[in-house]
Nanobody, 118 residues
Framework: QVQLVESGGGLVQPGGSLTLSCAAS????????MRWYRQAPGKQRELVAK???????DYADSLKGRFTISKDNTKNTVYLQMNSLKPEDTAVYYC????????????WGRGTQVTVSS
């Protein structure tokens, strides 16, 4: 099993940047595909970005070019760099881990709130 803890959320002005972190414990992220999801109030959860155990990345089409997922296996941590933030990026961001790149994983963090507002 793996435990996931997100951090780095907060309040940011439109056009600003944030980097979220997802620290894993209990197991190495080397073997997992890692994902970031987000859920805005009143909306369904959506996949933001994912990274395979070998480092292959994929993004929601609407976010390509603004968000970057990466990981540091030595720190057992996954990151989400978010640039040019917009009010519609406001959501709770969740980290997810699973054994396949092609489906949602079983392990979830509790989320971190990102609010984009002036």
């Amino acid at each position: 099993q793996v435990q996931l803890v997100e951090s780095g959320g907060g309040l940011v002005q439109p056009g600003g940047s944030l980097t979220l972190s997802c620290a894993a414990s209990g197991s190495s992220i080397n073997i997992y595909a890692m994902r970031w999801y987000r859920q805005a109030p009143g909306k369904q959860r959506e996949l933001v970005a994912k990274i395979s155990s070998s480092g292959i990345t994929d993004y929601a089409d609407s976010l390509k070019g603004r968000f970057t997922i990466s990981k540091d296996n030595t720190k057992n941590t996954v990151y989400l760099q978010m640039n040019s933030l917009k009010p519609e990026d406001t959501a709770v961001y969740y980290c997810n881990a699973g054994l396949t790149f092609y489906a949602e994983g079983h392990y979830w963090g509790r989320g971190t709130q990102v609010t984009v507002s002036s």
